[in-house]
């Protein structure tokens, strides 16, 4: 079972993930997290140390390569576990980066989301922009403006595969985020496997 975790920086999608992970195999089930990033954290760090501010294309050429280079090698490790996989990111965050920047879809990611093995379920992480800026703030390793996070909030519900994912209240604690995970999928599915 394929399960994609999606949702704005600060959602908690990384800490989910591992939760996640961590609660199938406490259940006896054979899960494996695989982390699609595209080292938009690295690079915005690396432009504040350096002064700099790359132009918003060029930023997204560098994400999008790497993010679709992460995202195909999951793809194959994901391909051949037997288990429940949980990919923290895809190309749909890659596709609401673009539009919070006010860029173009484009074809390359749309064409391969279609052409990818579908993930059994995509779960979108919901979370106020304000409390998202919060926990960013509190982790000290990044910085992203409210205007920033409301702007890729917007382009996540823009995206034509929103209205199918599976929405979770991600603004309560992580052990209520991941109940609601667990119910989501229904560990018990996976159980008669």
Not at 163 to 179: F, Q, S, T
Request: proline share 4%; glycine share 6%.
């Amino acid at each position: 079972m394929l399960i994609v975790l999606t949702g704005i920086d600060g959602s908690g999608k990384t800490t989910a993930a591992h939760s996640l992970v961590a609660a199938a195999r406490a259940e006896g089930i054979s899960a494996l997290l695989l982390s699609n990033y595209a080292g938009r954290r690295r690079m915005s760090l690396l432009s504040a140390k350096l002064g700099i501010q790359l132009p918003a294309r060029l930023a997204d050429a560098a994400e999008t390569t790497l993010r679709v280079f992460n995202v195909l090698v999951s793809t194959a490790r994901a391909s051949r576990f037997p288990g429940l996989v949980v990919m923290d990111r895809h190309l749909h965050c890659q596709l609401a980066l673009r539009h919070a920047r006010g860029l173009r879809r484009g074809r390359l990611l749309p064409w391969l989301i279609r052409r990818l093995p579908a993930a059994d379920l995509v779960i979108h992480l919901d979370v106020s922009p304000e409390t998202a800026h919060r926990r960013i703030v509190a982790r000290g390793t990044d910085e992203e403006s409210v205007a920033e996070l409301s702007a890729l909030r917007n382009g996540y519900q823009a995206l034509p595969a929103y209205a199918d994912m599976v929405k979770i209240d991600a603004g309560g604690p992580p052990a209520e985020v991941l109940a609601s995970l667990v119910d989501a999928i229904d560990f018990r599915r996976l159980l008669k496997v």
